[in-house]
């Protein structure tokens, strides 16, 4: 019904900067703003992890974000536009990885759990070179 779509990943220098992004395709929310939106990430050989997560207008967009991540990442989203990003600074090889982004149907709060997310995205890569 929904489908999820992440773009801007590639490759980047440590240190350096990336911003990733996570759009609604096909059959529209009906109220985007009102999902709870999230960052996941799966290293080789590595289960998917949690990497940030934002809420909607009714947590007051609400953020939680992994310590790993923590005030190098910050999560956004334009409800008007349907689209979520991931600012990402100082990025270090262990970010490397594929980024996926992910909306609940069910919570509108910054949920970071699998079973929360309903629709997800293919996934865009990130790789980062010292």
């Known amino acids: 019904q929904v489908q999820l779509i992440e773009s801007g990943g590639g490759l980047v220098q440590a240190g350096g900067s990336l911003r990733l992004s996570c759009t609604a395709s096909?059959?529209?929310?009906?109220?985007?703003?009102?999902?709870?939106l999230g960052w996941f990430r799966q290293a080789s050989g590595k289960e998917r992890e949690f990497v940030a997560a934002?809420?909607?207008?009714?947590?007051?967009?609400?953020?939680k974000y992994a310590d790993f991540v923590k005030g190098r990442f910050t999560v956004s989203r334009d409800n008007a536009k349907e689209i979520m990003y991931l600012q990402m600074n100082s990025v270090n090889p262990d970010d490397t990885g594929v980024y996926y982004c992910?909306?609940?149907?069910?919570?509108?709060?910054?949920?970071?759990?699998?079973?929360?997310?309903?629709?997800w995205g293919q996934g865009t890569q990130v790789t980062v070179v010292s």
């Open positions: 096909g059959r529209s929310f009906e109220s985007f703003g009102s999902n709870g």
């Open positions: 992910a909306a609940s149907e069910q919570f509108e709060g910054a949920v970071q759990r699998v079973w929360q997310f309903n629709y």
């Open positions: 934002i809420g909607g207008t009714w947590s007051g967009g609400v953020t």
